[in-house]
């Protein structure tokens, strides 16, 4: 089954999934750490976490938070990766998809002036598997 829906866990009480997929969601969250963990409360051990987010190791504060202030962060790849593995996965694949260093006309918007969140930025995509968790089967 394919599941869609908000991050806490009152939209999928008691559920985990073989993949949790997170695209440019965890920057509009008001607490990074809890949208973490919530994501790894719906993953299920051995299940895996494809994580897009911002990159903050590219863009420039302007880039991050000038984008319609609707960014509440900006995040670096290592920061990821160390709260992902505080929370028992182990890190697949993680890399930088780097966007051109101005955007496209199209990429304005009209009527603020600033560019457009899109391909004319840059992000961190990570591939991650849930451990085991071995503790709680003994």
Known sequence: ???QGEYNKQSFPGRVFDIV???HTME???DPVVFAKQLAA???PGGHLLLQVPCADTETPAQLGGMGNFHLFGF??????NLLESLEFAILESYYHLGSSSPAVSD????TKQPIW???TS???ILCSKKHSWNSAH
């Open 1 to 3: 089954d394919v599941v």
């Open 28 to 30: 509009h969250a008001v």
């Open 76 to 81: 670096r790849r290592r920061y990821i990766e």
């Open 21 to 23: 997929f997170s695209h």
């Open 123 to 125: 992000q961190i995509t």
């Open 42 to 44: 719906h993953t299920k």
């Open 118 to 120: 899109g391909e004319s």
């Open 108 to 111: 304005i918007d009209p009527v």
